[in-house]
């Protein structure tokens, strides 16, 4: 099969399984009760609304430092530069018809429109990336851990199988990404070395890159644990928003919610968005803390407003500046050496 052929049947897998999502979800909502979920969303008010809004900044800003965390100091006052980058890589891949991983590289783009050089943008997304799968691993075993303590009846049940899934296919792709690391691109430079010349000396400065920020062990930690930070946090999001909706959860049990979702999400990342696999999750997890499943899906509903909300601004300054880089009006690309 020739490569335009491969990735228009990626494509159409991606419309189906998103056509299939879409359809789970109306489902979903059909059977539960359109009126039900829509009182729980009505219930939150615009304030309340608001303070989700406030929220999701906050989560940019602290995922934006994780990213920081990783770039030399002399950039380091560039530091709304990468919270930027961070909602841009985010909102892409949560809005925008693109993979998680299509919302990896636009993000490393938004931040080169800074001025930030290109392999320290994508040689940081890639580090950046592994520590925020690795800390999902460990804040998916914490939550596997607190619903086994809670529910010891369920540990035949399929969702404690998804979530087996999820875990081994997280630990896969990070470990794909350390391979990659610490092998990958410098086999690629030889390669290109040898058949295109002048490819090689691009391998070859973000293979150094990433060296030079696996060199730092410190600054690499501190990635690790801002972004166990924010995954603790979408578990605070999760309470927030029952809260506004006037019903209780403890955080414990949030975070247990919070992070088998993840896990789902991850064992069927092939479903753009994880349409219908959300809302499924918390109409799924919420009963089993003693809450309707209409609470659930009102929650994924109003976790996906709130993502478009966001979005949009985000997503609108980004255009703008891919326009005025367009027009030859954008900041200078930082010279020299990337990583010093």
Known sequence: ??????????????????LAGVTGAAYLIF?????????????VGWSGFALLGLYGVVNFTLLGFAWLALIPPAHTARATIFCW???????????????????MVIGARAVMLRGIAAPLAFGSTIVDVTMEMIAQIVFILAGLAILLAELPEIRSTSMVRITAVGIAVAVLLAGAFVVVQRRGFSFLERIARKLVP?????????????NAIHARPLHVL???LLHLAGWMLSAFGLWLALALMGTRLSYLDAIAIESLLCAVRSATVFIP????????????MMPLFGLPAEIGIAVSLLKRAREIVVAIPVLLSWQIAEGRNALGVTAPTLRGRVYE
């Not at 490569?3 to 494509?11: C, D, K, P």
């Not at 002048?198 to 990433?210: P, V």
């Open 198 to 210: 002048a490819a090689a000396a691009h391998a070859g400065e973000l293979d150094r890159t990433i």
């Open 273 to 284: 968005g994880a349409i219908g696999v959300q809302e499924a999750g918390y109409a799924v």
């Open 1 to 18: 099969m020739s490569a335009n052929g491969q990735r228009g049947s990626i494509r159409t897998g991606a419309v189906i399984a998103a």
């Open 85 to 103: 980058g961070r909602a841009v890589r985010d909102s892409a891949g949560d809005v925008l018809p693109f993979s998680q991983f299509g919302g």
């Open 222 to 224: 501190a990635s690790f």
């Open 31 to 43: 059977r539960v009760g359109f009126h039900s979920i829509l009182d729980s969303i009505v219930s």
